[in-house]
């Protein structure tokens, strides 16, 4: 038959031709890859591996469940036709996508913390707990379904010792147990279990052959395509629209009050600088009213990633990396009657933040320092923020401002309880002297205590961090591994008050 | 059961092993057979026949040319296509036209049937396992576009697509074009 016939058939005459010429004995890869069984068998039983374990570390906590269920989802979609035991596990798988693939966008919200410390999170951690048992007894009932309906004798004891493995593993996270030995056990025991439902798969080749995969209207490439589109949309929504707190900005009124006025005046008198003046609420300015002194520390501070520039030193061409100082913080004190001072701490940055995200405020206060001997606190912490757009000043609350109890693992003393004022804000994109400050007020018990009072700020340099983690967050955990997405910024306002030769640091 | 152990039992003529293999392998003849007869009696009838011819040309059996269940597979296929031979009947595979071949082919037709095996092997041999897998179940397993959707996990829009695509290659293999 020349090569010019085969040109020339029509597309009836090629078939048959095809047919007709095909090799008596097929290939052993094409009768091992035409079976209605072993694909489905694998991905699923290769997605229950992988959804069962997890790994933290390279994000495999997040990618291998994810895989994990698709490859399940594909493995019983197409075995769900089979008997109810399999459309069992395909329902279950399917629920269980929704899940994790909810649990991969919620993660690139910055309220994944909140919703996982939440009640439902441990509703749906029990109800994933008995998914996987429920699909796990409807897997081994599905396998010896099939065995049964070729005529074999039926036993799973791979997929019933995976029951019993994953409720023993149930029973250690719920006794919280943290030793090596039983888990290095339980490791060795898991990968004995998927050995032997491997084998078992290859065992039931030969009943798989009775099985019939159920028709899809879609098919699997779409699927997973689908999915895996679904879930990216999902992430970049999260970050586009819940990476920042939702904040109030609205326009600074105008004050009037004729009393501020004056205040401010006196204020600017002693020494207050008038550009942070100009950003006290008039509740603020007057609760300054009578100060006697005024102390003010400044302090500048670079907080991006510096740049390149080239230098010529003898000769001889150098990079060096310049850090520019972009964030001003001023801490002042003013003195009142009956030895009350009222604290200051004001942050201004002197060119674009480059807002990412969140912003943290961390106070330490005089009298948080000094164990309650020096000083003693009146009344709460309060603040606002400031911001320029468009030749309007506009001004918010802080998204959150108060005292916060907290787990804090501290690298030389360990896991602490703590309590810490925080102020957690979100700065407006292309905003211009983006500012604020906090401030509270202290009376002094004993003569001969320093003012030293703390604000450590934690500024987002990063725009995708996955998990989200909020600046708040990050300076609760004392986290040191987010590779330079956050940066903290310490300033301090120390001074003796009691020294009558007490100059204000330049 | 390791199939060395079934062939053992089969070449040294013990029935165990005529039931062991009916119990172990009857549902990958039965897959095997049912693309090719719709009748469920004659799918039986063939299922015994596969058997009987197993159990006769076992000796024939040579593990350096293929697999058990190649083996099994080829000889479960032709037993299911003579029955059709044998009852006249047509094969109902879609797109394939339904000429049963000769069972007398003279000299010159086993000739260029031999040409064309080799210019098929060749050119399947350039495809893909996916693609080759795809081509053997139409044309050798005369699986519907249904079943090798379902089985795929693909819509049976998809399937025709991709075997358009795929005979459109073997035409230009096959025509020469690749070999210019």
């Known amino acids: 038959m020349s090569e010019r016939d085969w040109e020339l058939m029509k597309d009836a005459e090629l078939d048959l031709a095809l047919k007709n010429s095909i090799p008596e004995l097929p290939p052993d890869d094409i009768v091992m890859e035409v079976t209605p069984w072993r694909k489905a068998m694998n991905r699923s039983l290769a997605g229950l591996a992988l959804t069962t374990i997890t790994l933290n570390f390279l994000g495999l906590n997040y990618i291998l469940p994810a895989v994990g269920v698709i490859m399940m989802l594909l493995g019983f979609r197409a075995l769900r036709g089979e008997n109810g035991w399999f459309k069992g596990c395909w329902i279950i798988t399917s629920v269980r996508t929704v899940c994790i693939f909810a649990s991969l966008i919620l993660n690139a919200t910055i309220y994944q913390e909140t919703v996982y410390a939440s009640r439902l999170s441990d509703v749906f951690i029990a109800l994933n707990v008995a998914m996987v048992f429920l699909m796990l007894f409807l897997l081994w009932k599905g396998f010896r379904a099939v065995q049964i309906k070729a005529g074999l004798p039926a036993h799973a004891g791979g997929a019933a010792a995976m029951i019993v493995w994953y409720a023993l593993v149930c029973l250690l996270a719920a006794a919280q147990y943290t030793g090596w030995i039983i888990l290095i056990a339980l490791i060795f025991a898991y990968v004995l279990i998927i050995r032997s439902l491997l084998k078992l798969s290859r065992e039931l080749d030969e009943a798989g052959y009775a099985i019939c995969p159920a028709a899809v209207r879609v098919s699997d490439r779409t699927l997973v395509i689908a999915l895996l589109a679904a879930v990216a949309a999902g992430i970049v929504c999260g970050r586009l629209f819940f990476n920042s707190y939702p904040m109030q900005w609205q326009p600074v009124e105008i004050s009037g009050d004729a009393g501020t006025a004056e205040i401010k005046a006196e204020l600017s008198g002693l020494g207050f600088p008038g550009d942070i003046l100009n950003d006290l609420t008039d509740e603020d300015i007057k609760a300054c009213e009578g100060a006697s002194r005024v102390f003010v520390e400044t302090n500048f501070y670079s907080a991006d990633e510096g740049r390149v520039v080239e230098r010529v030193k003898d000769g001889v061409i150098y990079n060096e990396t310049v850090y520019d100082d972009n964030l001003r913080i001023t801490g002042v004190a003013v003195e009142l009657d009956g030895g009350r001072w009222k604290i200051f701490h004001h942050f201004r940055w002197l060119n674009d933040p480059g807002a990412c995200g969140t912003e943290s405020l961390q106070l330490w206060p005089a009298y948080h320092l000094q164990r309650q001997e020096g000083w003693s606190a009146v009344g709460d912490v309060s603040g606002r923020l400031l911001c320029e757009t468009d030749g309007r000043t506009l001004t918010a609350p802080y998204y959150s401002l108060g005292s916060e109890t907290y787990d804090y693992d501290s690298v030389f003393w360990g896991t602490e309880t703590v309590t810490d004022v925080f102020a957690a804000f979100s700065l407006p994109r292309g905003g211009e002297s983006c500012r604020g400050y906090v401030t509270y007020d202290m009376v002094k018990l004993q003569d001969g205590w320093m003012i030293n009072s703390w604000i450590n700020y934690t500024h987002q340099r990063s725009w995708f961090l996955y998990p989200a983690v909020t600046a708040d967050e990050y300076r609760k955990s004392g986290s040191w591994d987010l590779d330079g997405s956050f940066i903290l910024i310490q300033d301090a306002l120390q001074f003796f008050p009691d020294d009558e030769d007490a100059e204000m640091p330049e | ?180």
């Open chain 2, 1 to 180: 059961m390791h199939e060395s152990e079934l062939i053992g039992l089969i070449k040294r003529r013990d029935e165990k092993g005529a039931a062991l293999l009916l119990r172990h392998y009857a549902p990958l003849m039965r897959y095997i057979i049912a693309p090719i007869l719709q009748n469920e009696q004659d799918r039986e009838e063939c299922v015994s026949e596969a058997a009987m011819r197993v159990w006769d040309k076992i000796e024939q059996f040579d593990p350096s040319r293929g697999s058990w269940n190649a083996w099994l597979t080829a000889l479960t296929r032709n037993a299911a296509l003579d029955k059709v031979r044998k009852n006249k009947c047509v094969v109902p595979s879609e797109d394939v036209p339904n000429e049963a071949p000769s069972s007398e082919p003279t000299p010159e037709e086993l000739i260029v049937k031999k040409e064309r095996e080799d210019a098929v092997r060749e050119a399947l041999g350039r495809l893909p396992v996916q693609d080759r897998a795809l081509f053997y179940r139409k044309y050798y397993y005369l699986q519907s576009t249904a079943q090798i959707a379902s089985e795929l996990g693909m819509t049976e829009r998809a399937v025709e697509g991709r075997l358009y695509r795929l005979k459109k290659r073997l035409r230009k293999t096959l025509g020469g074009e690749e070999h210019e």
